[in-house]
């Protein structure tokens, strides 16, 4: 009987030495992704994401634990993995002098697609991902979405049932990455791919069916993007004071004001109680001869939700260490 896992790790562990000691880049994370679904991989830099994606692909050794992909081992099923996973790497590069349509056929050899289905396969990748009117068009001449595009179209040749992506859209235009998050959505639903994400980008973090929060290699939170937004406390207050700095010491020190976080020139501020703060936030500040502008409540994004449990848990962490 097929499982319903397509991904599954167990107290995985990934460390290095490095000339200041040990470094647990991924430290006992136990995670489930389920087939079907987008799975996101999210944190800031060095929290053990790509560390992690390698590992269960099997491109780096694990320490201890166990990770498995369609049931195969990530150590001694390499080879059955990657027949049938497909990986987009942070630093994957097409060759710039091939036209699409040649990287196309350069990636489905090396995966040992036959010419046959070569033929039957790539016109209908590269329509599905956009690309039809350009296949004579040498890769190095493509936009950076349309590479985007190329790049998933390429690890799709070989039919893979999941897919691991890491950071595949970094550095690519809203609109760009908004038509490959859309390709991804109808590769899910049409034929029933299982995608694993790295993601920088909290927007995208909100469109996978669960998400991962690492920090310093272990997982902080694990669950539906609206599960984990639920984790914070109280409502979501936003507005533009005229003096951003001296506003926001003077908010963190009210009664009743649960965190206080700068959004560009904006302050999103968690209360307990929204229309009575509201008032007195106003209040404390005008008495500072500091405006407020636009202020409103709003519903709580996992932008915000990153930032504060990323804090929270610096917090413990620090907390930990005063006790030791």
Known sequence: MMSDIAIETK???????????IVNAVNGITLQVR??????????????????????????????G??????FDSMRDTYRIRERVGYIAQSFALPADLTVAENMAFFATLHGVDAREQRRRIPELLEFAGLGRFTKRLAGRLSGGMKKKLALACSLVHQPEVV????????????????FWTLLGNLRVERGLTILVCTPYMDEAERCNRVGLMYQGRFIADGPPDQIKDMLPGKLLEFTPSQLTWATQIVAALEGVLEVQSYGQMLHVFVDQPTVR???????????????????????????AFISLIRRQKQENRQNQVER
């Open 66 to 71: 166990s990770s498995r992909v369609l049931g």
């Open 278 to 304: 509201q008032a007195e936030i106003i209040a404390a500040l005008n008495a500072q001869g500091i405006e407020c502008h636009g202020m409103r409540e709003i519903e709580v994004r996992m932008e915000e």
């Open 164 to 179: 691991l992506l890491d950071e595949p859209t970094l550095g690519v235009d809203p609109v760009s990455r908004r038509e």
């Open 11 to 21: 107290n995985l562990t990934k460390q290095f030495k490095t000339a200041g000691g």
């Open 35 to 64: 087939r079907g679904e987008t799975y996101g991989l999210i944190g800031p830099d060095g929290a053990g994401k790509t560390t992690a994606t390698r590992v269960i692909l099997g491109l780096l050794t694990r320490s201890s």
